[in-house]
Each structure stands twice: as structure tokens, then as C-alpha cells.
């Protein structure tokens, strides 16, 4: 792994601007920057990215499995109690996933390191299946890079086919984003371009336009009924919000699938924990509360999970992440060392969520900033990748994307 400096293409502004990419450049600072880009080798994507990321999916299922059997664990993963036979029933009837984003610490040596699971509404989504291929496509043409040089980038491929095996063709399929939001309407409109290209429907709609009929369906913004919906809404508001009691009954399917509010919360991470401790890329985890009761003795927690803790005492003590179980763009996140606050980033509206703990692993730093792995799932297998850099330690919406290229 290496970070290389490279020259821009001379138009990529121009196509940029053709294409909609009008976040290219955000809050005064660009966004997409291809001034440098992350240079790996086959066999690192293969053996330290690709494999370990279908594998770490295949965990978070099993997670789940265990996650729908336990009101304890529902509990602690704050889903409500009025819907947590919803989530459980999504996951029992075998209801189909689409995609999610694996955020990786990575340093080019060691194993890549699991942060988070962004499974349920994972944005850069275009920045990664779309125009860093174009950007790869373009500086192969130009001889910028040598050829023979690849990407690992089969998310749109890969989204094609999986929303053919989800829907028959023909099938009408709504996606929704927030108005106003380029960002997220770039997730979905690249959604519906994987859609039209299996052979379905695609409308789009915004969020706050979806209504509720008298026969409590729901609504776009013409009054036709929805029979499939892709938000790109999280569950853990949308449990919590004014349609949560009409989802059950609706009819409308549902992408992602209501038991997706397991793995996108942060809560899954202890999980997987206690279920794999020592697999290589995990990182010890566990909720605030137990840490809180095992260093203090009083309400200790499970013996099984003292024991855990017990081992992973040291790593915790020497460098810890702090993080809500629901939070996004980092909010929330406190980074400790030796007793000190390394970064703390504000809370924003997630302060009240309960929170775990979990062992630091320090990103790399190239040229001053640091870089995060988002491995793309689609369907139960890792099928691309994109990485986001910052200057700081949290990676923030600030951050800039960079593109990467493989070269043996």
C-alpha cells in the first residue's frame, strides 16, 4: 500500500459537472481529490481486503442469527420493543440484503481492522462504483499510469445482478433521499441506474414527499402505491418515527430489509466480539455499561464477558475508542490514549444514544492525512472498494476520497 502523486486529469472538472457529481467539491474544500491516489498489490486487495470482508459479512449474519433469539441483546442494541418482531420475522423470512460498507483500518503490513459496518444507508457509493473507474479508464488512456494497472471495482456489475435476483423483472422500485441532499441523491440515482439495467422500474421520490394512504400504503409523490421502496433512511429513525406502526401492514418492500437495524448499529461490534474474539480482523469491543461495571465491580456483567474484558484490559487501557451506538460522519467519537483525549469529536443529535468501547487501532498516515478502507458488500460478498482521507484521526464529512489502482 502506497499513497502515489499523480497529475489530474485536465477536464475531469468538466465531466464531473456533466455527469452530476456536484459535491466534487464541498464546504469551501474539495471532496474528490486525485492529486494522489493509494496504490496496492493483487495480493493485498485479495488476501487483506476482498476475502477478509466476505468473511467478516458472513460473521455479521451469524451475529444476527443469534441477535433475533435474544430480548436482552435487542435491548442493548436499542431497537424498540414494539418492532423488534418486525426485525426478527425480516430476518426469519430470509429477506433479501443489497449492500453495505465496511469501514477498515488498513496500514499496508498487518491485518485490515473492522471500525464499523455501514450496512444500512452507506453513501459514496458513486464516488466508488462510478467515477473512480472513470478516472482509472482516463489516466491508463493519457499513460499516467502504466498499463496492466486495475481497480478492485465490480460494484456496479455486481449490483446489477443483485437486484435481478431480489425483484422479477419488470418489478416498480421507489427509491428515496432526503431533498436538498446531493450526496445522498447520487447514492440512489446510482442505485436506479443498477435497477434499470436488471430490467426493473426505477422512480425516485423524496423522502419527506412519501405519504400514507387511507388504506395505509404508502405513497410517492403522484399517489401511486409503493410496492418497493430503497430509503436511504436509517432504521433507527425510521422505528422511531411517525410511519414505524404502519410498516408491517403496508405491503411495500423493503431495501434494506428491517433486520439491516442490527448490523448498522454499533452495537453489532460487541457482539461479534464475544461470538469471534481473537479473529484477526476485529478489534476488542464491548458496551460502555459492562466496561463501566467490570472496572468497578458492581453489577458486574456476564462472566463470559468479564473474562473478555479481563483480556483485552491492556489494549483498552493504552488506547480505546468511544463511539454511540447509532451516529454518523463520526459524531460522538472519542478517541483515548493513556488517560488522554487523543480526539473527540462533538456529539451533534447522537449524545443520548448508549455507547460501546473499543480498542484503538491508529490509521496510517500518509503525507498528513489518514486513510480508511470502505469495503463494498453486495448481496454477502466484497466486491470493490474506496477510501476516504483526513487530517484528522475521526473521519468526518470533511474528508476527501481518494482514488486507488492495483499495480503488481
Known sequence: MQKTDLPERPDWRDEAERLGFTFADMHGEPYWDETSAYRFTLSEVEDRIEDPS?????????????????????????????????????????????????????????????????????????????????????????????????????????????????????????????????????????????????????????????????????????DRVIGALFKLFPWEDLLRGDYAEYIAGSGCRMIEPPWKALVSNKGLLPVLWQMFEGHPNLLPAFFESDVRDALSGAGAPAPSVADAFGRARDLLTHGHVTKPIFSREGAGVRIMQNGTALEISPDGDYGEHPRIVQAYAPLPVFDGFRPVIGAWIVGETCVGMGLRDDASRITRDLSRFKPHYIQD
Not at 430480548?71 to 420493543?81: K, Y
Not at 414494539?82 to 498487518?110: C, I, M, T
Not at 444500512?120 to 494497472?149: I, N
Not at 431533498?179 to 447514492?187: L, V
Request: glycine share 8%; proline share 4%; with cysteine.
Open 54 to 222: 466476505t468473511e467478516l459479512h458472513a460473521m455479521c449474519r451469524e451475529a444476527v442469527a443469534q441477535i433475533v433469539t435474544s430480548q436482552e441483546l435487542m435491548e442493548r442494541l436499542a431497537i424498540p420493543e414494539a418492532h423488534r418482531d418486525l426485525v426478527a420475522e425480516s430476518w426469519q423470512r430470509g429477506d433479501p440484503e443489497l449492500y453495505g460498507r465496511f469501514d477498515l483500518a488498513y496500514d499496508g503490513k498487518g491485518d485490515a481492522k473492522l471500525l464499523e459496518y455501514n450496512a444500512d444507508t452507506p453513501t459514496s457509493l458513486y464516488e466508488s462504483a462510478s467515477f473512480q473507474w472513470a478516472w482509472l479508464e482516463g489516466q491508463l488512456e493519457r499513460g499516467v499510469l502504466p498499463e496492466g494497472c486495475d481497480q478492485f471495482n465490480g460494484i456496479h456489475e455486481a449490483l446489477v445482478a443483485r437486484f435481478g435476483e431480489i425483484f422479477e423483472p419488470g418489478t416498480d422500485v421507489h427509491f428515496s433521499a432526503a431533498a436538498g441532499n446531493p450526496e445522498d441523491y447520487s447514492t440512489v440515482e446510482c442505485l436506479g441506474w443498477a435497477a434499470r439495467e436488471a430490467g426493473l422500474g426505477a422512480q425516485y421520490t423524496d423522502l419527506e414527499q412519501i405519504a400514507i394512504s387511507t388504506e395505509a400504503q404508502f405513497l410517492d409523490d403522484e
